[in-house]
């Protein structure tokens, strides 16, 4: 059964930085790629930051310059670090895998998430 569990979230000041965390367990045949979702009060959940299998990553231009995405690929593990928040940061952040989840001749991805973790930036 694959699982994501996600730890990091909090309380902090605008300005402050908070890092996130998301291991990835269970048994599943590959991952495609790891990332983040935020979804803000009254908002839809929208991406954060991205990295994938290479090692590429990508941001939302809200992010860029702010947020670094990290990741230990030996035991599936991604970080996101998070730097001068703003207010507007204030969301639950959902950890995201896309992942074949059994091997076969043409693979299958799906997506799999974390049950979120708060963070909330005050003024």
């Known amino acids: 059964q694959v699982q994501l569990v996600e730890s990091g979230g909090g309380l902090v000041q605008a300005g402050g930085s908070l890092t996130l965390s998301c291991a990835l367990t269970g048994s599943f045949f590959e991952v495609n790629g790891m990332g983040w979702f935020r979804q803000p009060p009254g908002k839809q959940r929208e991406s954060v930051a991205r990295v994938f299998y290479n090692g590429n990553t990508n941001y939302a231009d809200s992010v860029k310059g702010r947020f670094t995405i990290s990741r230990n690929a030996a035991n599936n593990t991604i970080y996101l670090r998070m730097n001068s928040l703003k207010r507007e940061d204030t969301a639950v952040y959902f950890c995201?895998?896309?992942?074949?989840?059994?091997?076969?001749?043409?693979?299958?991805?799906?997506?799999?998430w974390g049950q979120g973790t708060q963070v909330t930036v005050s003024s």
């Open positions: 995201n895998a896309r992942l074949a989840p059994v091997r076969a001749a043409v693979l299958r991805y799906d997506d799999y």
